[in-house]
């Protein structure tokens, strides 16, 4: 499993495990996680995220 797949596969658990709750909830939780996911990639400077890198986890969880 590719590291962008396993990003793009917690993502997608993390919109399912939490739709039940309130949807202004629901979707900065997931942006929380897709935050989260790309930090990760990003060692030297985990407060910046790249556009290339959003269009990639995004291209993935869409494969899925």
Not at 1 to 30: N, Q, R
């Amino acid at each position: 499993m590719t590291d962008i797949k396993t990003k793009a596969d917690k993502v997608l658990s993390a919109y399912y495990d939490d739709e039940a709750h309130d949807p202004a909830f629901h979707l900065t939780g997931i942006l929380r996680e897709v935050i989260n996911q790309l930090q990760q990639s990003s060692a030297t400077h985990p407060a910046f995220i790249s556009c290339p890198d959003m269009l990639e986890l995004c291209e993935e969880i869409e494969k899925l």
